[in-house]
């Protein structure tokens, strides 16, 4: 195994762990389309800096300077969507869509601002929307891991005020729990997992690793731990094989790679829970 190969898969491992501990929550919340509108506000924050850098070309664009606008704009459009979904009048899903077509519209009039002046894409344009996890250097990998731990931590100090507000948010307030600082504090972990799985994944693809896994695991389990360890094992196989199968020709991108194993996994766990239903009508 190269060093990159390693560097590759211990970054994977840790954002499909992230990702993977955050999905029962996305699940129970429905907040699926959220993740969407996270992700593609980075992309709004990417257009930003290619648009600077268009303006001023003193700023010498690279990519850990489009990388830090890609997390600003995250984290604010996190917390505007989740002040806006609070709201009376405006449901949660127009917030989320608001803020999905606004950040693609600036992001892509960035694009071709930086393209007339240049005459060629910015650095990292393709690599932002479908991801490239080669190579990697240790530093990131490290920090996917940190990201990782870091969840871990959360997740398990306040597993049941989370379950609580995403399967009833009105009587865990009831109950005492605080909400509003809940709310907000899954929104900043589902950041953190999303801006961290982008490197891997690609900005139109990220979603998938909050989705999958969960919604894999409820096919497999109804016990909560259950969900979280088949959860995190289908984020694993994902991780692990869709680099593999990425290793066998440049043509396969391991982001999109990740994604369909774990399809797989989820149309797996599909087939046995409808040949077992099948089983159980027939006896």
Known sequence: MTHDTFNALLAASGVAVACALLSPYVIARRWAFLGEGISHS???????????????????????????????????????????????????????????????AWGFVGQQVYLQKFHQPPAGFFNLLTGKLEPVGIEYAIGACVIAAAVAAIVWLLHKELVAYCL???????????????????????????????????????????????????LVSERSRGVVAVSIAVALIGAWGGIALSSLSSALPAGA???????????????????????????
């Open 42 to 104: 980075g992309f709004g924050g990417a257009g930003t800096a290619w648009m600077a850098a268009a303006i001023l070309p003193a700023l010498h664009l690279n990519l850990a300077w489009t990388y830090a606008w890609v997390i600003a704009f995250s984290f604010l459009a996190a917390v505007a969507i989740g002040w806006l979904a609070r709201r009376p009048r405006l449901p949660g899903d127009s917030a989320i869509g608001i803020f999905l077509v606004a950040s693609l």
């Open 168 to 218: 009833e948010p009105a009587l865990a307030r009831a109950s005492g729990v605080r909400v509003t600082l809940v709310h907000y504090l899954l929104l900043l972990l589902l950041v953190a997992a999303i801006v961290t799985g982008i490197r891997v994944v690609g900005n139109l693809l990220v979603t998938a690793l909050l989705v999958l896994p969960a919604a894999t695991a409820n």
């Open 257 to 283: 790679c990740i994604v369909l194993v774990m399809v797989l996994c989820f149309g797996a766990a599909l087939l046995r829970q409808q040949i077992g239903r099948s089983f159980i009508v027939q006896t």
